[in-house]
């Protein structure tokens, strides 16, 4: 057996091609029969309705338009559906694309979510996981999106609180908009360079 040392297999990044398998409404592609996409609650899920918009902008200030998003929230009363079902009310998995059409935005249509306990047994504040793929992302990136109605369970949280910075913790405060009577929160991810939003490593 040779110990010869081989080299290691070139990287890849999530590229457009991950719109085509994953994001089919988004590349143009026909949509299965069973899809998970960005509606993770119906008309009739318990809970506050909201939507979640945002962006993805790299470090040169410029839209990044083909990233993929993939959400994991808790349900109103704070508990995370495992089992993942299209006839249910609630998911608490979805995912969602900016494209290059309607600003380049990504969305959620989804339910406020409620609060979680951290495993210290300390509530942290109501909060959705994000996980982003993009072109020249090798390796996914994980962040969270608070809100900003919720100052009183933010200034507690103890996942937030541990980033010491306070201008660097607005970049995980989505602002809340209200447009015909619906709410809806705004979260722009920004990779990298100035008010770069903050990436837990998990």
């Given amino acids: 057996m040779s110990d010869m040392m081989l080299r290691e297999t070139a990287s890849q990044t999530a590229g457009p091609y991950v719109h085509i398998g994953l994001a089919l409404a988004a590349a143009g592609n026909p949509v299965r029969d069973e899809e998970i996409w960005n509606e993770m609650a119906k008309p009739n899920a318990e809970g506050e309705h909201i939507e979640v918009i945002g962006t993805v902008i790299d470090?040169?200030?410029?839209?990044?338009?083909?990233?993929?998003?993939?959400?994991w929230q808790a349900d109103a009363n704070g508990d995370y559906q495992i089992d993942y079902d299209q006839s249910k009310p609630f998911n608490s998995f979805g995912r969602t694309a900016t494209t290059f059409d309607h600003g380049s935005e990504w969305s959620l249509v989804t339910i406020k979510p409620g609060a979680v306990k951290h495993p210290s047994g300390q509530p942290m504040a109501p909060h959705i996981n994000l996980t982003i793929f993009a072109r020249g992302v090798n390796i996914h990136l994980h962040?969270?999106?608070?809100?900003?109605?919720?100052?009183?369970?933010?200034?507690?949280?103890?996942?937030?609180?541990?980033?010491?910075?306070?201008?660097?913790?607005?970049?995980?405060?989505?602002?809340?908009?209200?447009?015909?009577?619906?709410?809806?929160?705004?979260?722009?991810?920004?990779?990298?360079?100035?008010?770069?939003?903050?990436?837990?490593?998990?």
Avoid: H, M, W
């Avoid at 470090?59 to 959400?71: K, M, T, Y």
């Avoid at 602002?175 to 837990?200: A, P, S």
């Fill in 59 to 71: 470090g040169n200030g410029d839209l990044v338009r083909d990233a993929f998003i993939e959400a």
């Fill in 143 to 202: 962040t969270r999106l608070y809100f900003d109605d919720e100052a009183d369970a933010n200034s507690q949280c103890p996942v937030l609180s541990r980033i010491e910075s306070p201008v660097r913790r607005q970049t995980l405060i989505a602002k809340r908009e209200e447009e015909d009577g619906k709410v809806r929160y705004r979260l722009d991810i920004r990779l990298q360079g100035q008010g770069e939003t903050v990436f837990f490593d998990f």
